[in-house]
């Protein structure tokens, strides 16, 4: 009996002997890493749940191979150039690739080889192998500290880490509304959406079938239309703010995502719509600060808000990694039924309220990655990541995104104008134009400037006169529309642009006159 307790206690103990720390760190440096550079866009929870799965597998290859092999050094050394040849082959493949032409199979075929030779010269090596233990655990650890004290770093200086923004949003009384009937007020931001001119001039395409949709159902598009913002992040806290973002203390020198992220979250749109009775109703959009919002009282489409597989984070990592050949096809089908999932949801939101509805939905069509044809069919784009837009240089594949978000906006349009009973008010939007490559971003061409400046601005406002608001901007939009649904009195900003420089220090650079030129 005492024999078979024996073995057990020795193979107990030889597991416990092959766990080494170095394979975990190898597994969750590269997450860390990612985090520490992006928590002012990132949820921390995102980076943790991946840190988890990671760990668990690290734990789970370890069991199984030391089942097999005696020596238990070899079994974490080999996982650890696992780790590091799995997160490291996207890299290497993109830095081959700029210089050279070489094919994924090629080179997935060098790092398996130096994988399998590795397995087999450590496994059966005779040599103790302890020294490289300590080494890989010191290495480990240290990449892991730097960011970790870059993460500290940062919030320290004031770029704070989007779980350390605080967001309380206004508890806003609701006015007594009884005896005013007020419209469905619709939202949509089509990302990256392109004005009329610089589709034509700069993607050849001439958009007249959409405009001339929009004209009959009674919209009224503002002709050489300009955002005020070319980014995103500073586009939407300002239109939601009704406001130009200013560099000065009270916008932390310009740069801190946290406070754009705060102003979109807390912005005075949806607390003055809250006020009027509205209900508040967001579509989540897969850009963490417009995904979902305290202050709504619905965010549609939120199942995939807890779909770790949906976020920049996953895609990164895995894009870097050496399923790099294969993750577009693991995730493109995830984000293509996001997007379908808001076209849907907001077609027919309106019909669940009694009350008048102000839907806010930011969508990422047309901007890249490119999942859809012109006929909404799928396609592969070459990587997921919103950030790689510009460096694609696919302008067919952009306009055929335009061109899915042109037949799904004609259905969408259709639908509410058709179950709504008081006409709504719709504006369709994009947050800045197409976002084409600039050289030099602290130097961009005029021209460069108009493209990504010239964006689709579209109101249905039932009853009003747009004379006199012929240049009007984004910043205006909700100016406009309280004025004339709440007999609000705001006077209009300017309808100025400025250019984001992220050189130290950051500015906006008002380049208005340059775009009216
Ligand atoms: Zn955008």
Same mark, same amino acid.
């Given at each position: 009996m005492s024999s078979k307790k024996l073995l057990i206690g020795e193979k107990m103990n030889d597991l416990k002997n092959s766990i080494k720390l170095h394979p975990f760190l190898f597994a969750i440096f590269p997450i860390v890493f990612f985090f520490s550079l992006n928590s002012q866009e990132i949820q921390f929870l995102d980076a943790l749940i991946l840190i988890t799965i990671f760990s668990v597998l690290t734990l789970g290859i370890t069991l199984f191979f030391s089942y097999f092999v005696k020596n238990k050094e070899s079994v974490g050394i080999v996982i650890s150039i696992g780790f590091i040849l799995f997160f490291t082959y996207g890299h290497v493949f993109n830095l081959i690739t700029n210089t050279m032409e070489i094919g994924q199979s090629i080179l997935l075929g060098i790092f398996i080889t130096i994988f399998v030779v590795s397995i087999f010269i450590l496994t059966k090596t005779?040599?103790?192998?302890n020294n490289i233990s300590k080494i890989a655990n010191v290495i480990g650890i240290t990449l892991i500290i730097i960011s970790a004290s870059n993460l500290l770093l940062d919030n320290f200086q004031g770029n704070y880490s989007l779980d350390l923004v605080q967001i309380s949003p206004k508890q806003s009384d609701i006015?007594? *509304?009884?005896n005013t009937i007020y419209p469905d007020v619709y939202y949509i931001v089509l990302d990256a959406y392109s004005g009329q001119e610089m589709l034509m001039d700069?993607?050849? &395409?001439?958009?007249k079938e959409f405009l001339t949709f929009l004209d009959t159902n009674n919209f009224h598009v503002i002709k050489n239309s300009q955002s005020n913002y070319a980014q995103t992040y500073f586009s939407l806290p300002s239109v939601l703010n009704m406001k130009h973002l200013e560099c000065d203390e009270s916008f932390d020198g310009?740069?801190?995502r946290g406070t754009t992220f705060e102003m979109i979250q807390n912005n005075d749109v949806m607390d003055r719509f809250k006020k009027e009775g509205y209900v508040i109703i967001n579509t989540y959009s897969g850009w963490k600060p417009t995904s979902?919002?305290?202050?709504?009282?619905q965010n549609l489409?939120?199942?995939?808000?807890?779909? &770790?597989?949906?976020t920049e984070l996953t895609t990164a990592i895995f894009s870097n990694s050496i399923l790099n050949p294969a993750y577009v096809f693991l995730f493109e089908d995830d984000k293509r039924e996001q997007i379908q999932c808001i076209f849907s949801q907001i077609k027919k939101?309106? *019909?669940?309220?009694e009350q008048p509805i102000f839907v806010f939905s930011h969508i990422h069509? %047309?901007?890249? %990655?490119? *999942?859809?044809? $012109?006929?909404?069919e799928p396609t592969s784009p070459?990587?997921? $990541?919103?950030?790689?837009e510009g460096e694609e240089d696919d302008k067919e594949g952009y306009l055929g995104q335009l061109k899915f978000a042109n037949k799904m906006m004609n259905e969408v349009i259709t639908e509410i104008k058709r179950d709504s009973k008081i006409s709504p008010i719709i504006i369709i939007q994009g947050d800045h134009g197409y976002k084409a490559k600039i050289d030099d971003a602290s130097n961009p061409t005029d021209q460069e400037l108009r493209v990504r400046f010239s964006n689709l601005n579209a109101y249905h406002i039932p009853?009003?006169?747009f004379s006199g608001f012929e240049d009007t901007t984004p910043v205006n939009t909700f100016r406009i529309i309280f004025n004339e649904l709440f007999n609000d009195n705001l006077k209009m900003e300017e309808n100025s642009s400025y250019w984001f420089h992220e050189k130290s220090p950051a500015y906006f650079d008002d380049i208005t006159s340059i775009l009216k030129k």
């Open positions: 005779k040599k103790k192998l006015i007594d *509304v009884q700069e993607l050849g &395409f001439d958009n310009c740069i801190n979902d919002f305290e202050l709504a009282n489409c939120s199942k995939y808000y807890t779909n &770790f597989i949906n939101v309106s *019909v669940s309220y069509v %047309p901007h890249y %990655p490119y *999942v859809f044809d $012109e006929n909404g070459e990587r997921l $990541e919103m950030g790689w009853g009003k006169d």
